[in-house]
DNA sequence: TAAATAGTGTCTATGAGACATTATGTA
DNA sequence: TACATAATGTCTCATAGACACTATTTA
C-alpha cells in the first residue's frame, strides 16, 4: 500500500513554500476559428484596435486567468480556450468542436513582453457561422477565406498559427469524423464531399467518394434522416451525424 | 506597400508600455524521453529530492528562462526542451530528435503553484542511452519500462504526459522516419522490425514487414551498410538510415 | 547434420483512383 | 424532351495480413 498523499510534512511544506521570484511569462489561448461560407473555408479574425500590430488582423485569443494563490489557481486551459471562444462569437462552446493544436512560444512574438500562446483551433457548422458577432473587446471581426488570409498582413506569428491548424485540420480529415463539424446537422453525400474538397482543395471523385461515405453508414457512424434535398435536379437523401 | 511595422508611432507605444500587474503563471517544459533497452521501450525518470511529491518518480523537465523585459525575453520552448535535455541527460540534443508533444495547464496540477507545462518527447538511439547520466540537481535517474511506469506512482500529472507521448510516437511510427531514431547507426531488418513490435506492442509478421523496408529502400530512404550482423545463425545484411 | 534465423513467394482482402454508365428528378 | 446531377458499377493498382517455403550460416 502507497502512503496517501500528500503527507502532513508535504502539507508543512506547501504551508511554507514562497515561489521565487523568478520572471513569468504571460500566457494567452489563441484560437483558429474555421468554417465554410460560400464553398470556401474561412477564419475568423478581428483588427486589432492598439498597438501591437495596430490594424492589422490577428486571432481572437486571451489571457488565461490565473488565480493569485497555489489554492486559488485559476482556469484550464480547456476552460479559457471556450470562454475565449464564447466571448469572441457568442456561440455555444458545448456546439462547436475545440481541440488543442499546438503552443507557440517564441521569445520576442510579442515586442510587448513574452507571450507564451497555446493555440486552440476549432470547426463552426455554416448554419452556426451567421449568428457570430463579435463581442466584447473587439469591434471587428470577420471570417477571411483561407487562401486571402496566407496573403494578407497578419498580426503577431499567427500566420504560422493558421498554417499549422489549417495542416491540423486537413490531417484529421482522412481518418476522425472531424467533416461532420463542417456541415448542418443534416447533410447529403454531395454536401460531405464538398467539404472534404474545400478543405483539402482538391476535387474528390463522386463515385470513390460515395463508397467511403457508405462505409460509415455500415460502421453506423451516421444514418439516414427523413426527407430529401431538393436541388436543381434529382433531390438527394439527407444524412445525419449518429450521436452516441 | 504596407507601410514597415513597427511604425514611430508603434514604438512610442512600446515605450510607455507598461505590463497590468495581472498574476502569471509558471511554465515548464518536461520531456518523455523514450529508448528502447534489453527489448522493452522505456521512459527516463527521476526520483524527486524534494516536495511535492518527494520519492516519487517524475519526468525530467525545468521552467522556461524568461527574461526581465520586453528587450530580453528569454529562450525559445524548442530551446528550453533541449537545454533540459542536455542537462539532465548530458546527451547532444543534436543527436536526438525531440519534438513539442502538448501542453498540460490544467488547474492544480502541481500544489505549489499554477504551472503550465509544454510537454516534449524526445527518442535515444539505444546505443547512446548508456551514456546518459543523471546531471546537476537530480540524482537519481532511471530507464523504466512502459509497462511498469503505468503501474507506479508518478508525480504530477506525469503519467498522462507519457501515456499522450505514447500514443504520439505509436502513431507517427506508421507514417513518419521516426523509428530510425530508436536504432543503432547501422541495423539489419529484424533489429528494425523489433522496435516496431516492441513500440506498437504486437508482433510483426518477418515477411510483410520485409516488403514495408524494401519499399523504403527503392524509396532511397535508407541504403545498404557495409558487414554483416553476426547472430546466432545466418548472419543478416546491414543498412543504414540515408542522411540528405 | 540439426538448429536457428535470414530471406522469398503466394494467396487474399481491402481500399484508392480513374472513369463509364444508369437513374431520377426539374425546367 | 433536354438537362443536371444523384447514384451505381467496373477495372486497375497499391498495400496489408496470413502463412508456406527456401537459403545460409553456426554449433
Redesign the interface.
Known amino acids: 500500500m502507497?502512503s496517501p498523499?500528500?503527507s502532513a510534512?508535504?502539507k508543512q511544506?506547501?504551508e511554507k513554500?514562497r515561489?521565487k521570484d523568478?520572471?513569468?511569462?504571460?500566457?494567452a489561448v489563441d484560437l483558429v476559428i474555421f468554417t465554410i461560407i460560400d464553398a470556401q473555408l474561412r477564419a475568423l479574425v478581428v483588427k486589432r484596435q492598439e498597438?501591437?500590430?495596430?490594424g492589422d488582423w490577428a486571432l481572437p485569443g486571451g489571457?488565461?486567468r490565473?488565480?493569485?494563490?497555489?489554492k486559488e489557481?485559476?482556469?484550464?486551459?480547456d476552460t479559457a480556450a471556450r470562454r475565449e471562444l464564447q466571448e469572441e462569437t457568442g456561440l455555444d462552446p458545448d456546439r462547436v468542436h475545440i481541440e488543442?493544436l499546438?503552443?507557440f512560444?517564441?521569445?520576442?512574438r510579442d515586442?510587448?513582453?513574452?507571450v507564451?500562446s497555446?493555440a486552440y483551433f476549432a470547426l463552426v457548422r455554416p448554419d452556426l457561422a451567421p449568428f457570430v458577432k463579435a463581442g466584447g473587446d473587439v469591434s471587428h471581426a470577420e471570417w477571411l477565406p483561407i487562401d486571402q488570409l496566407k496573403k494578407t498582413?497578419l498580426a503577431f506569428d499567427h500566420r504560422e498559427v493558421i498554417e499549422t491548424g489549417l495542416n491540423r485540420v486537413r490531417g484529421k480529415l482522412e481518418y476522425s469524423g472531424i467533416a461532420f463539424d463542417l456541415v448542418p446537422l443534416t447533410f447529403t453525400i454531395p454536401e460531405l464531399r464538398h467539404v472534404y474538397s474545400i478543405v483539402l482543395d482538391k476535387e474528390m471523385d463522386p463515385g470513390n467518394f460515395r463508397r467511403k461515405f457508405n462505409r460509415m453508414l455500415e460502421d453506423g457512424l451516421i444514418e439516414q434522416a427523413p426527407g430529401k434535398r431538393i436541388t436543381a435536379s434529382k433531390p438527394a437523401t439527407v444524412y445525419r451525424f449518429k450521436r452516441r
Open positions: 502507497s498523499r500528500p510534512e508535504e511544506f506547501l513554500y515561489p523568478y520572471p513569468r511569462p504571460s500566457v498597438h501591437p500590430f495596430k489571457f488565461v490565473v488565480g493569485e494563490g497555489p489557481q485559476g482556469e484550464d486551459l488543442q499546438f503552443t512560444g517564441r521569445a520576442n515586442p510587448r513582453m513574452r507564451i497555446v498582413e
